[in-house]
């Protein structure tokens, strides 16, 4: 009934330390814990098991999978693996006989968090953690950012060659790829966010420069064989003037109903205009919070900010659905943080 969020505390690539904190329904902290030394560590994600909490990312440029105690948080192991260069996990699922991690190796820029120009790369991992075997999908992805299972198949998705496109890759059980798709447009396209209906409907999310004056939230719905059923662009949602507009979607959620939730964040990213919003001080510079809601044929339900005030920058990285029929947001303000939204 609490949450868990996963991230860095510090500065990358300096003295950032992998941080994962447990909190209440209620956000009250249940305890924190930091790993990794000398600045060039990741916390990228986190899974649930039955006996524990799975922790992904990169600790000195390698990759590693931390497995954490739920009502403590004490270390039940810590892998660490060098899969090529600077490399690390983004995501893993849950596999019969251990676990799947998608993520990269080979990177050219180690310094970036969010593309590192590397090199696609998946790794079996035993229910320990030890490698049994990698996959290198570089001929499909860039940077994997996200992985999820299906009527015992795996879907992996994020950045292509350069950035340029979405990606996404079917495999088997065994590692077989069965097929590879690209989604976008003429220019940069960049996926962070995916999930998967109970009908199987693939949602990918991030955010395009494709006929957009600046960068838009670009969400799409997928079917099973890879075929795009809809796709939407939405942005600006404060009324400011478009190209000096950043909609950032990092994070995506299917909903009971068959459609989807976006998690953004939206603003200024240069912090080249200013303009007032009405009395509470709002402008441009100051970055909010963005939910959009779909329905499942595609269209916009509705879209909400939350934050602004002066001096208050807020952003979504990251959601999940709880069990009111709300959601929980991981926030980025320069702290750890998580905003809850009442029931929709």
């Known amino acids: 009934g609490g949450y868990l969020q996963v991230g860095e505390t510090g500065y990358f690539p300096n003295s950032a330390k992998i941080l994962v904190v447990k909190t209440d329904k209620s956000g009250q902290l249940i305890w924190k814990k930091e790993f990794g030394n000398n600045g060039n560590n990741l916390g990228n994600s986190a899974i649930e098991t039955t ?40 995501h893993l699922a849950q596999i019969p006989n251990g676990y799947l991690a998608v993520g990269y190796n080979n990177a050219e820029d180690n310094t970036n ?10 790794t079996f991992l035993d229910s320990n953690g030890f490698k049994t075997n990698g996959i290198e999908i570089d001929n499909y992805l860039a940077q994997a950012y996200r992985i999820r299972s ?40 960049h996926c962070f966010g ?5 009908d199987g409907s693939i949602f990918l999310t991030g955010h ?13 719905k997928i079917d099973l064989i890879g075929d795009k059923i809809w796709e939407q662009k939405v942005g600006n949602p404060r009324g400011f003037e478009p190209k000096f507009i950043h909609d950032e979607a990092w994070d995506v959620k299917s909903t009971p109903d068959g459609g989807c939730i976006v998690v953004a964040g939206t603003g200024d990213e240069y912090r080249r205009y200013k303009r007032r919003c009405g ?4 402008n441009s510079n100051t970055w909010h919070i963005y939910l959009i809601k779909f329905d499942p044929n595609g269209n916009l339900e509705w879209q909400k900010t939350y934050g602004g005030g002066e001096n208050i920058d807020w952003a979504g990285e990251a959601i ?3 069990s009111a029929g709300g959601v929980i947001v991981a926030l980025d303000n320069g702290k750890f943080g998580f905003v809850k939204i009442e029931p929709f």
Do not use: R
């Open 51 to 90: 006996d524990g909490y799975i922790i992904c990312g990169a600790i000195n440029g390698n990759s590693i999978l931390i497995k954490l105690d739920k009502t403590n948080g004490s270390q039940q192991f810590i892998k660490t693996l060098d899969n090529g260069g600077t490399d690390a996990f983004e």
């Open 113 to 122: 968090t969010f593309f590192t120009e590397g090199l696609g790369y998946i």
């Open 150 to 189: 299906y009527d015992n198949n795996y879907y992996i998705s994020g950045l292509t060659e350069n950035a340029n496109d979405y990606g996404l890759v079917k495999l088997d059980s065994l590692g077989n790829i069965l097929w590879s798709k690209v989604y976008g447009g003429a220019f940069p396209d």
């Open 194 to 198: 995916m999930d998967i209906g109970s």
């Open 208 to 220: 395009t420069l494709s006929s957009n004056e600046n960068w838009d939230t670009y969400t799409m």
């Open 279 to 282: 009395d509470d001080g709002d």
């Open 320 to 322: 999940d659905i709880t």
